[in-house]
């Protein structure tokens, strides 16, 4: 079985500033990783998804992250933050093999003020 | 591409009725769906995965006769919730299995009063 720890519940920045949002991860076998964002009321947006190779992925909106496999963690970034990026964002974890079953983090509220 | 809708998008019911949810796979396949619940400021809950022509599996703790998936087609599963209570209300959100991801819907904000 896979579980997710995202580390911080809330993140304040401000706008123009350099954000990163922390996610480990727990499993016996390989995984597939994920981070979505859920603005409010909407379901969920696929921002970046790591399955395999390069280690560095980059996603939609200027957001990118880095599958760390010796720390299990697999941390959300982006240089410069907008006031549009303010959301919920979910860490995702399934096993490579098997179900497609997600287990999801806590969620971190990503906040930008200007 | 891999486009899930879901109807409706929010509903009021009365307690002690029924309500049924509708999710689709718009421009795929889905041969699993699956159906989550979450509550405000939380994160999603796995409620059940549904494979297309069999029954949905439930995770633990909910109750398969209250909350009653169908998946019809490759393209359908439904959730109704029977017999709604005020502790039913939440936000539902469906996703559409495909290859490696989930494609997911915008939700359905179920109020029961």
């Known amino acids: 079985a896979q579980s997710v720890t995202q580390l911080d519940s809330q993140v304040p920045v401000f706008e123009e500033a350099p954000v990163e949002l922390r996610c480990n991860y727990s499993s016996s076998v390989s995984v597939y990783l994920f981070w979505y964002v859920q603005y409010p009321n909407q379901g969920l947006q696929l921002l970046l998804k790591y399955l395999s190779g390069s280690t560095l992925v980059k996603g939609i909106n200027g957001f990118e992250a880095e599958f760390n496999k010796s720390q299990t963690s697999f941390h959300l970034r982006k240089p410069s933050v907008h006031i549009s990026d303010t959301a919920e964002y979910f860490c995702?974890?399934?096993?490579?093999?098997?179900?497609?079953?997600?287990?999801f983090g806590q969620g971190t509220r990503l906040t930008i003020n200007p | 591409g891999a486009v899930v809708s879901q109807h409706p998008s929010w509903v009021i019911c009365k307690s002690g009725t029924s309500v049924k949810i509708e999710c689709r796979s718009l421009d795929f396949q889905a041969t699993t769906m699956f159906w989550y619940r979450q509550f405000p400021k939380q994160s999603l809950m796995l409620m059940a995965t549904s494979n297309e022509g069999s029954k949905a599996t439930y995770e633990q703790g909910v109750e398969k006769d209250k909350f009653l998936i169908n998946h019809a087609s490759l393209t359908l599963s439904t959730l109704t919730v029977t017999s709604a209570h005020p502790e039913d209300s939440s936000f539902y959100i469906c996703?559409?299995?495909?290859?490696?991801?989930?494609?997911f819907g915008p939700g359905t904000r179920l109020t029961v009063t």
């Open positions: 995702a974890v399934r096993g490579a093999q098997g179900a497609q079953k997600l287990v």
């Open positions: 996703s559409g299995g495909r290859y490696y991801e989930q494609y």
